[in-house]
């Protein structure tokens, strides 16, 4: 069975300045991983993903994560946050079994608040 | 991009009654829609995974017969929380998931969420 691990429940940062949201999963297959963000009482988005390819992988916003397989994890990451930044980030981890089976496992969260 | 509704947004109802909500799919065809809860402060957990003109296979811990999922469509999935009581307040959350072979198949397109509230 997989599993992820966000460590960082809350995360308070300044305005402009970078953040780190950490995440780390274990799974004995192969994985693909996702960053979703959350606001107050509303589903989740996507804001990147791994599936293949280029170990970096960008949203629009500003937004930056790697798969680092040796060390089984997926940070996020932005050089300067803005407030409306403010929101809960979720990561997780998909693995797809055979016949078509799929399961997503989420991570606790880490709620990053931007102060001005 | 793929886009999942849910239907109603917001629910309220009284102890001992059912509440239907509703996932689609809008432009997209999801074999296998997902159902997930969300308890305050909490992350998401799995309830039930259903695939289309199957059974719902149910994690373990989660009453089948409380919960009840129909995926009558490609494009529609239920979930019919039977005999509602204040525990089960909650956010309901579902995603659903591309036909296999499609491009976007192994990720999963959530719904807004609906916000139960039993009094």
């Known amino acids: 069975a997989q599993s992820v691990t966000q460590l960082d429940s809350q995360v308070p940062v300044f305005e402009e300045a970078p953040v780190e949201l950490r995440c780390n999963y274990s799974?004995?297959?192969?994985?693909?991983l996702f960053w979703y963000v959350q606001y107050p009482n509303q589903g989740l988005q996507l804001l990147l993903k791994?599936?293949?390819?280029?170990?970096l992988v960008k949203s629009i916003n500003g937004f930056e994560a790697e798969f680092n397989k040796s060390q089984t994890s997926f940070h996020l990451r932005k050089p300067s946050v803005h407030i409306s930044d403010t929101a809960e980030y979720f990561c997780?981890?998909?693995?797809?079994?055979?016949?078509?089976?799929?399961?997503?496992?989420f991570g606790t969260g880490t709620k990053l608040q931007v102060i001005p | 991009g793929a886009v999942v509704s849910q239907h109603p947004s917001r629910v309220i109802c009284k102890s001992g009654t059912s509440v239907k909500i509703e996932c689609r799919s809008l432009?997209?065809?999801?074999?296998?829609m997902f159902w997930y809860r969300q308890f305050p402060k909490q992350s998401l957990m799995l309830m039930a995974t259903?695939?289309?003109?199957?059974?719902?296979?149910?994690e373990q811990g989660v009453e089948k017969d409380k919960f009840l999922i129909n995926h009558a469509s490609l494009t529609l999935s239920t979930l019919t929380v039977t005999s509602a009581h204040p525990e089960d307040s909650s956010f309901y959350i579902c995603?659903?998931?591309?036909?296999?072979?499609?491009?976007?198949?192994?990720?999963?397109?959530f719904g807004p969420g609906t916000r139960l509230t039993v009094l």
């Open positions: 432009d997209f065809q999801a074999t296998t």
């Open positions: 997780a981890v998909t693995v797809s079994y055979s016949g078509g089976y799929q399961k997503v496992t």
């Open positions: 995603s659903a998931r591309a036909v296999a072979g499609a491009a976007s198949s192994n990720e999963q397109f």
């Open positions: 799974s004995s297959v192969s994985v693909y």
């Open positions: 791994y599936l293949s390819g280029s170990t």
């Open positions: 259903s695939n289309e003109g199957s059974k719902a296979t149910y």
